[in-house]
């Protein structure tokens, strides 16, 4: 069950909305009680984002493995759980949950928070089928939580300035093209679940989501070409690489690219590039491109920022993502990528995946 905020705990939100500057144009009405489940890399990141902020409190951690379980929590006070069902059974009062599982095992904690009247923050993709998610929907139709689809790149300074700029000029958009691609570092070393996703799953709802926030459109067909050589071989059975051709509800195109095979060697372990083109002008965003490098005897990097500012707070587009989403559950009126959105980019996948074994353009469903 949702809790219920005391008066005494407005009054102390009150007053720790006056005092912060950081938080002053939130309207606290409490302090939301998070759990986090999943404690990989994104699961140590909204942990952290979570105890930082003046205005939600960690209360738990889910995760199978007790000693990631142990590592995440860092405070005695903070519970740890193998599920969300053996925390609900606990009676732990709880206002929030973040699924940061992998891609294709988000529908069963989603499903229980959501029944349990929880407001939701779920990794990209929502789920790997379109069943799955309908389910998850249907969830939080009963239980009455609010579900939001950890699109992060909306949170990016530079996509942010380009959707200004194409809403201020008014321009109609023609093209989009992004290439998203990893090195064989996170199918073969980061992710030991990469044969039960591929490139499209894993890369593309990044690239599709900005699509569509920067266009306003939505995707209506798709053709997509694929490679399996390189990952099968190394006994990872997925896509090396995914290229699919978009027709958008607007009369523009969009082509995405992402693969899983570029060399070790390279300067990063990602590479992003989005380029828009417009009836009057375009853009080009090099994500990846710090602009910055670090060269050392066996190879040059890319220098990225600090993954916290001068005061240790986590800094980035994910924290800033988490600290929207603890501000909604705490009263902020924000607008927030939700389950419609999360529910079209899974449909666009997965004809992404039909146009790959049926070697034809698919329709997606709206």
């Not at 949702?2 to 912060?20: E, N």
Request: glycine share 8%; charged share 20%; with cysteine.
């Amino acid at each position: 069950m949702r809790t219920l905020w005391t008066f005494p705990g407005i009054v102390c939100s009150v007053l720790q909305h006056i005092l912060s500057p950081e938080y002053t144009e939130v309207p606290h009405m409490g302090t939301p009680r998070i759990a986090i489940i999943g404690g990989g890399l994104r699961g140590r990141i909204f942990a952290e984002t979570t105890r930082d902020h003046p205005g939600a409190e960690l209360v738990a951690i889910c995760e199978p493995n007790p000693t990631r379980a142990a590592q995440l929590a860092t405070d005695p006070d903070v519970a740890t759980a193998a599920s969300i069902d053996e925390l609900l059974e606990r009676g732990s009062e709880l206002d929030a949950v973040v699924v940061a599982t992998p891609d294709f095992a988000h529908e069963q904690p989603a499903v229980a928070a959501l029944e349990a009247g929880l407001d939701l923050l779920v990794e990209k993709p929502l789920a790997t089928t379109s069943e799955e998610a309908q389910r998850i929907i249907a969830a939080a139709e009963r239980g009455g939580g609010r579900i939001v689809v950890g699109f992060e790149n909306r949170w990016n300074p530079l996509f942010q300035a380009a959707r200004h700029q194409i809403q201020e000029s008014g321009h109609a958009l023609l093209s989009q093209r992004a290439l998203l691609q990893d090195t064989l570092f996170v199918p073969t070393q980061m992710l030991s679940w990469a044969a039960l996703s591929s490139p499209a799953w894993f890369l593309m709802p990044h690239s599709l989501d900005m699509a569509t926030w920067l266009s306003g459109a939505e995707p209506v067909e798709v053709f997509a070409r694929g490679v399996k050589r390189l990952l099968p071989s190394l006994g990872v059975d997925t896509y090396d690489r995914i290229s699919a051709s978009f027709a958008m509800s607007d009369g523009s195109l969009l082509d995405l690219d992402s693969g899983w095979v570029q060399p070790l060697g390279k300067s990063s372990v990602f590479e992003f590039r989005f380029e828009v083109e417009t009836e009057g002008d375009s853009f080009t965003l090099d994500i990846d491109d710090t602009g910055g490098r670090h060269a050392t005897a066996e190879r040059t990097s890319t220098l990225g920022a600090l993954p916290h500012d001068h005061r240790g707070r986590p800094q980035g587009a994910p924290p800033a993502m988490m600290r929207d989403f603890l501000d909604l559950v705490a009263g902020a009126d924000l607008d927030l990528p939700g389950a419609d959105q999360g529910l079209l980019i899974t449909r666009a996948i997965e004809a992404i995946h039909r146009s790959l074994e049926t070697g034809s353009p698919e329709q997606i469903t709206p």
